[in-house]
């Protein structure tokens, strides 16, 4: 009898060790490295998280922002931290378009790291240049085709989604394009307000501006759903091509090896918040669409969507440096 009470203790003992183990994490300050500058999408959404992990768990979350070679510097960083979920990466896409880009990371963009969650995502919408003479996808389409070499497309920078976007349309359109990349997308702006470029996709946050002035034509949202913010312009199905879509979005990743039950508890906190009015509401003012969703959902997120811009890159000719 007496052995019997002490194996059903010991049995009661291993089945509470894991879920008392998980309820560890956090032991310590959390560290949320964002890959780029202050001020963007995933900038804020990172903070938004940080400050509702503060509020939950007790812990101080410290944003470090590490700009530099489209996110790799500080996804790097991440990538060979301790693997014990206190050293997070917020990425945004370019990190599912940087091994189309790059010949040799410092990093494996798959095996180096544990998806957490997809936390957002968000539209860009096809603007176009007072200058050019149309008012529709299919106008646009159409001139494209009659006037080759003509059109130039703006982008916030080689290698982001921005850039492989406006790829993505030259290939599905067989219009001939240039690229002209700037430092960033509102440097591009004044270029395309003038006339000196054609046409550019950029996030809805950053171009909304311009084209409340009426400074810029919108012609299309690249996401199946129309934007939070710009709710009258069509999606680029709507617009009449079918098959496109593209977006920027951002999630979070630990380093490879970090524990599943810490993984796990990390995701069912983020989703918590993401689903937060206030949360929600900062997001979508600022054309942020909130995410959410599967550890495995997101790392299935992560290879369909470098499935699609290596396909591109190709398209393109675009050769890994």
Same mark, same amino acid.
């Given at each position: 009898?007496?052995?019997?009470?002490?194996?059903?203790?010991?049995?009661?003992?291993?089945?509470?060790?894991?879920?008392?183990?998980?309820?560890?994490?956090?032991?310590?300050?959390?560290?949320?490295?964002?890959?780029?500058?202050?001020?963007?999408?995933? &900038?804020?959404?990172?903070?938004?998280?940080?400050?509702?992990?503060?509020?939950?768990?007790?812990?101080?979350?410290?944003?470090?922002?590490?700009?530099?070679?489209?996110?790799?510097?500080?996804?790097?960083?991440?990538? =060979?931290?301790?693997? &014990?979920?206190?050293?997070? %990466?917020?990425?945004?896409?370019?990190?599912?378009?940087?091994?189309?880009?790059?010949? =040799?990371?410092?990093?494996?963009?798959?095996?180096?790291?544990?998806?957490?969650?997809?936390?957002?995502?968000?539209?860009?919408? $096809?603007?176009?240049?007072?200058?050019?003479?149309?008012?529709?996808?299919?106008?646009?389409?159409?001139?494209?085709?009659?006037?080759?070499?003509?059109?130039?497309?703006?982008?916030?920078?080689?290698?982001?989604?921005?850039?492989?976007?406006?790829?993505?349309?030259?290939?599905?359109? %067989?219009? &001939?394009?240039?690229?002209?990349?700037?430092?960033?997308?509102?440097?591009?702006?004044? &270029?395309?307000?003038?006339?000196?470029?054609?046409?550019?996709?950029?996030?809805?946050?950053?171009?909304?501006?311009?084209?409340?002035?009426?400074?810029?034509?919108? $012609?299309?949202?690249?996401?199946?759903?129309?934007?939070?913010?710009?709710?009258?312009?069509?999606?680029?199905?709507?617009?009449? $091509?079918?098959?496109?879509?593209?977006?920027?979005?951002?999630?979070?990743? %630990?380093?490879?090896?970090?524990?599943?039950?810490?993984?796990?508890?990390?995701?069912?906190?983020?989703?918590?918040?993401?689903?937060?009015?206030?949360?929600? =509401?900062?997001?979508?003012?600022?054309?942020?669409?909130?995410?959410?969703?599967?550890?495995?959902?997101?790392?299935?997120?992560?290879?369909?969507?470098?499935?699609?811009?290596? =396909?591109?890159?190709?398209?393109?000719?675009?050769?890994?440096?």
């Amino acid at each position: 009898m007496q052995r019997r009470t002490l194996a059903a203790a010991a049995v009661l003992a291993l089945a509470c060790a894991v879920p008392a183990a998980a309820q560890q994490f956090p032991s310590k300050p959390i560290t949320i490295v964002v890959p780029a500058s202050p001020g963007g999408a995933i &900038d804020l959404t990172a903070r938004l998280i940080g400050q509702k992990l503060t509020e939950a768990w007790g812990q101080s979350v410290v944003i470090d922002n590490r700009a530099g070679a489209t996110g790799i510097i500080g996804t790097d960083l991440v990538a =060979k931290s301790p693997p &014990d979920g206190h050293t997070l %990466a917020l990425v945004a896409s370019s990190h599912a378009i940087n091994p189309s880009m790059v010949k =040799k990371l410092p990093f494996d963009t798959v095996k180096g790291f544990e998806p957490v969650v997809l936390t957002h995502v968000v539209p860009l919408v $096809l603007v176009v240049s007072p200058t050019v003479p149309v008012n529709s996808l299919k106008e646009l389409i159409a001139y494209g085709k009659a006037n080759p070499g003509k059109l130039s497309f703006a982008s916030s920078g080689s290698g982001g989604a921005p850039h492989f976007s406006g790829e993505l349309f030259k290939s599905m359109t %067989a219009i &001939d394009m240039t690229h002209i990349p700037y430092k960033g997308s509102t440097l591009a702006h004044p &270029d395309l307000i003038s006339g000196r470029t054609s046409l550019m996709f950029d996030t809805v946050a950053a171009v909304n501006v311009q084209v409340k002035a009426n400074r810029l034509k919108p $012609l299309a949202v690249t996401t199946l759903k129309r934007s939070s913010i710009l709710p009258d312009v069509p999606t680029m199905q709507e617009a009449g $091509l079918a098959g496109y879509e593209t977006s920027t979005w951002g999630g979070l990743l %630990a380093p490879a090896g970090t524990p599943k039950a810490t993984i796990a508890r990390l995701n069912a906190e983020v989703n918590k918040i993401l689903a937060m009015p206030d949360v929600r =509401k900062t997001m979508l003012d600022n054309g942020i669409e909130p995410g959410g969703g599967s550890p495995q959902q997101f790392n299935d997120f992560i290879g369909a969507e470098m499935v699609k811009w290596t =396909k591109v890159a190709k398209d393109a000719g675009i050769q890994p440096e």
